[in-house]
């Protein structure tokens, strides 16, 4: 017994959903936690080594206590805590540096203070790659500011909403297949499309235009090479008309369901080209 082309159980329907706003105001606030973090961490040793690079001697009043250094790949970030005199007993200070560097094993550490100002302590292994730590601060700062200014953009645009929605009541019902018109494909934003299709019964000038979201780079289920039609589903009894993907993955569709549609559609393409095979010798 042949196999129906579109099968006759309810069926899922999973869709995408544009980008939620909440999301990006939150990943805008993670972007900002961490340049306020890498300023915090960074830069009161940055401006303090600024003052000791080039005008460094051995620290006299001062005492290594403990050190680490942290590698992720070529990425390394080190915490030094040194303790020097002061006018009421010892301090301790806390150092957290990272930077980048082709290096394997352990690092040397020497302590040094800025001539004449032992209030001014560092490590050698700071001093010594104080460039290289300004420019890992600043490509961090960077990144994490980008990311957090493209959320925020995110975040702040003019949204589209859910259009989707009302496709998503076709969960669990029984579809049948439709052929829409594709009329529009729009970009409200440089990850999303906004397709607008009518089904071909009742066409564009009806007035039953539907507009569905997918990520960029989705398209839907072609029925022609002119890529002006495609494939939909929808409730025998009518209500809205889903237009497929072309993975159809819109729908929880069985692997021998999925190879039957295939199968029709390059059927439905091989009449196609054979008519115009046709119309090319006719003419």
């Not at 009421?88 to 806390?94: F, K, L, V, Y």
């Not at 009541?169 to 499309?193: C, F, N």
């Not at 494939?231 to 025998?236: E, I, N, Y």
């Not at 993955?249 to 009449?271: G, H, P, V």
Request: proline share 7%.
């Amino acid at each position: 017994m042949q196999q129906p082309l579109f099968p006759t159980r309810p069926l899922k329907v999973t869709l995408p959903k544009p980008p939620s706003r909440i999301g990006a105001l939150l990943l805008f606030l993670v972007g900002v936690a961490f340049v306020t973090g890498i300023g915090f961490l960074m830069g009161p040793g940055l401006v303090r080594d600024a003052q000791i690079l080039g005008n460094a001697e051995p620290a006299t009043a001062a005492r290594f206590v403990s050190g680490r250094c942290k590698s992720k790949l070529i990425i390394h970030f080190c915490d030094v805590t040194i303790e020097r005199r002061g006018p009421t007993g010892p301090i301790r200070e806390e150092n957290s540096f990272g930077f980048f560097d082709l290096h394997l094993g352990s690092y040397s550490i020497a302590l040094m203070q800025k001539k004449g100002d032992p209030t001014m302590v560092t490590s050698d292994l700071a001093l010594d790659h104080f460039w290289n730590r300004v420019i890992t601060a600043a490509l961090f700062v960077l990144l994490f500011g980008a990311g957090a200014l493209a959320s925020l953009r995110q975040a702040t645009r003019k949204g589209i909403g859910d259009v989707n929605k009302p496709f998503r009541e076709l969960s669990g019902k029984v579809l049948t297949l439709q052929i829409v018109d594709v009329l529009d494909r729009a970009l409200p934003d440089e990850k999303s499309w906004l397709w607008t299709y009518a089904p071909v019964s009742a066409g564009p000038a009806m007035g039953q235009q539907l507009t569905l979201f997918t990520p960029v780079n989705t398209w839907p289920f072609m029925l022609d090479r002119a890529g002006r039609r495609a494939l939909a589903a929808s409730r025998p009894d009518g209500g809205p008309v889903l237009m497929l993907d072309s993975g159809l993955t819109f729908l929880n569709l069985k692997a021998d369901e999925q190879a039957r549609i295939l199968a029709w559609r390059d059927s439905l393409l091989a009449e196609e080209d054979a008519r115009q095979q046709g119309y090319a010798q006719g003419t």
